[in-house]
């Protein structure tokens, strides 16, 4: 079995990325997001209760601030500002 080693974090990092759903539930309402960035960088969004407003920016390119936390591949944002880089959606 592989020992998963948690990356505690220390600083705060700025990524942008488009809003995409990560997690449903049984109405099929999104549930969780996460951030699409560059390279195939898919970074799970932690504190979405924080900002709900998020879910109205799906498929929207955004500039998020916040700590990054990472436990063995799988990364987590939890967010302290952010801002809508591009008005545009990103399926258009």
Do not use: H
């Not at 900002?51 to 916040?66: F, H, I, T, W």
């Not at 063995?72 to 399926?91: H, W």
Request: hydrophobic letters at 40%.
């Amino acid at each position: 079995m592989e020992e998963r080693i948690l990356k505690p974090a220390t600083e705060t990092e700025r990524l942008t990325g488009v809003l995409i759903p990560s997690g449903w539930n049984a109405r099929f309402d999104v549930t969780s997001l996460s951030l699409a960035c560059d390279g195939e960088r898919e970074v799970g969004i932690e504190n979405l209760s924080e900002y709900p407003e998020l879910l109205s920016l799906l498929r929207r390119q955004v500039e998020v601030a916040g700590i990054v936390e990472k436990d063995g591949d799988f990364e987590t944002l939890r967010i302290s500002s952010f801002k809508v880089v591009s008005d545009i959606n990103a399926n258009k």
